[in-house]
């Protein structure tokens, strides 16, 4: 179980984005899982309602986006995706052996939605709404 110190880097992460952002409230988390990561969502959503407690994270939905499996030759700069390709991780294009994974073993932070103090009744602020005229 590795998900609590990622839940803990990723709280960190957000709560710093919300104060910069003068946020009164999170009202989402946008994360990036890749598929080699062995990160489990649902593990850093189980962390995160006893970790974000009293902060303003806390009841924030989360977005994951899934990145795939993919590896980039260093030869010819193909990029492809080896899964089921039974552990060989030659470049299909050219053969290289000489191959890098670039994709799939990400675990972070991609952006948060917040709420302002001043978007607390969006749409119903009389300063901004257009008056009636009689
Ligand atoms: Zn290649």
Redesign the pocket.
């Known amino acids: 179980m590795h998900e609590l110190p990622i839940a803990q880097g990723i709280l960190e992460r957000v709560l710093k984005a919300a104060a910069d952002a003068n946020a009164a409230r999170v009202t989402r988390i946008h994360i990036i899982i890749g598929d080699l990561s062995g990160v489990s969502a649902e593990c850093v959503e189980f962390y995160w309602d006893s970790l974000s407690r009293g902060t303003p994270a806390h009841g924030a939905t989360f977005h994951v986006r899934r990145v795939p499996f993919e590896m980039t030759?260093?030869?010819?700069?193909?990029a492809f995706n080896p899964a089921g390709e039974a552990l060989a991780y030659d470049?299909?294009?050219?053969?290289?052996a000489r191959?890098r994974t670039t994709h799939g073993q990400e675990c972070c932070l991609e952006a948060i939605d917040i709420e302002t103090p001043d978007d607390a009744t969006p749409g119903r602020d009389p300063a901004t709404e257009p008056r009636a005229t009689p």
Not at 73 to 78: G, M, P, S
Not at 91 to 96: I, L, T, Y
Request: with cysteine; aromatic share 0%.
């Open positions: 030759c260093l030869d010819c700069a193909n470049c299909p294009a050219c053969g290289s191959v």
